[in-house]
């Protein structure tokens, strides 16, 4: 299949959703089949924008199904966005294939079509351009969504004082890799919940909603809590202290009766896409009330101080870590 038809087969004509159409019409001014695409960006608003590379068998195993390939490459890129406080706009999709694969049949490329819409639909980002190749299999998403200026949510914001506060559950990431990869045995029901989480983490973007007023920073974790938080802590001039006891550990985590493995895999495990954000103490109060509403799912998780880097503490003493994180490099 030549690289345009394959375009027009499974990427150009796939966007058939009325609300998205409606939102194309609002804001993509020339979208997909030319060398450029026009995108009007809503008035008053700031262009949030993020790349993110995914390559097989390192961000997801090769043999994978395709839609949920599909679902896990734009679900993490919406993450980002997410943690910007940004509203999901429009995305590009850059799709590297090897040449005489599996991967260029038509069974896989609607597969991927579909898990890619499906997600797109949810979350209301429309696809507006792209590449096609050969080459080593990899996927390269760039996500672009609007914020207001005064509640984008940065790195640089959290101050001395400042509480540290995580979504849902967090260590799900790497318990799902151990599931998928190394065989970890589990009952039917918890290993569903962590294929799931693993191949459709959620954006936090209901979440950041209600944080925009509240959260003094934010980003999402992708690479464990200490190595994410540190990137918080570099930016805004400032230390942490992570009370390990307060970990949100999932069901699925309790059910190995491995604490300290489950903390591990929390603090330097990634691949959670939650939000860690801080709070000033005068608006906690606000922040309990949404946890007390049921309105959003957070955990107190540590303090920011004064100094710099990530320690870790349990019952008052230091507590070891294996690792920092994962490493790109």
Same mark, same amino acid.
């Given at each position: ?15 058939? #959703?009325? $609300? ?21 960006? +809503? ?17 997801? +195993?090769?043999?994978?199904?395709? #839609? #949920? ?5 734009? !679900?993490?890129?919406? &993450?980002? $966005? ?5 509203? +999901? /706009? ?10 005489? *694969?599996?991967? %260029? ?6 597969? @991927? *079509?579909?898990?890619? @819409? !499906? ?7 429309? %696809? ?5 190749? *050969?080459?080593? @299999? &990899? ?23 400042? @509480? ?7 260590? #799900? ?26 191949? !459709? =983490?959620? =954006? ?24 994410? /938080? ?19 550990? &999932? +069901? ?27 709070? =000033? =103490? ?41 690792? %920092? ?5």
């Amino acid at each position: 299949m030549r690289e345009f038809e394959l375009i027009r087969k499974f990427f150009q004509h796939e966007q058939a #959703d009325l $609300l998205l159409e409606e939102k194309a019409q609002a804001s993509v001014v020339l979208g997909i089949g030319d060398d450029c695409a026009l995108l009007q960006i +809503p008035t008053s608003k700031q262009l949030a924008i993020s790349v993110d590379t995914l390559v097989a068998d390192v961000h997801f +195993p090769a043999d994978a199904k395709p #839609d #949920d390939i599909a679902e896990r490459a734009l !679900r993490t890129n919406l &993450s980002d $966005l997410a943690a910007m406080g940004a509203e +999901p /706009l429009w995305f590009t999709l850059a799709l590297t294939l090897p040449k005489n *694969s599996e991967y %260029l049949s038509e069974e896989w490329l609607r597969g @991927f *079509s579909r898990g890619l @819409f !499906r997600t797109a639909n949810q979350y209301e980002i429309v %696809l507006v351009g792209g590449d096609t190749t *050969s080459g080593p @299999f &990899s996927i390269t998403i760039q996500a672009m969504g609007a914020v207001d200026s005064q509640y984008a949510l940065r790195r640089d914001g959290a101050s001395v004082g400042d @509480f540290i506060c995580v979504t849902n559950y967090l260590g #799900d990431g790497a318990a799902a890799l151990a599931v998928i990869q190394n065989g970890l045995q589990l009952d039917e029901t918890h290993e569903h919940y962590l294929r799931e989480r693993f191949y !459709r =983490p959620t =954006p936090r973007l209901a979440e950041v909603n209600l944080l925009r007023s509240i959260a003094s920073s934010a980003l999402d974790i992708s690479d464990g809590l200490v190595a994410d /938080l540190n990137h918080i802590c570099e930016a805004s001039d400032v230390g942490a202290v992570i009370d390990v006891e307060n970990l949100p550990l &999932s +069901p699925a985590l309790l059910a190995l009766n491995d604490v300290h493995q489950a903390r591990t895999w929390v603090l330097s495990g990634g691949d959670d896409y939650e939000l860690c954000f801080t709070v =000033p =103490p005068e608006k906690m109060p606000e922040l309990a009330m949404l946890i007390a509403q049921e309105k959003i799912n957070a955990t107190v998780v540590g303090e920011i101080i004064s100094g710099s880097g990530v320690r870790c503490e349990l019952d008052g003493e230091t507590y070891e870590l294996d690792s %920092l994180g994962y490493q790109h490099f």
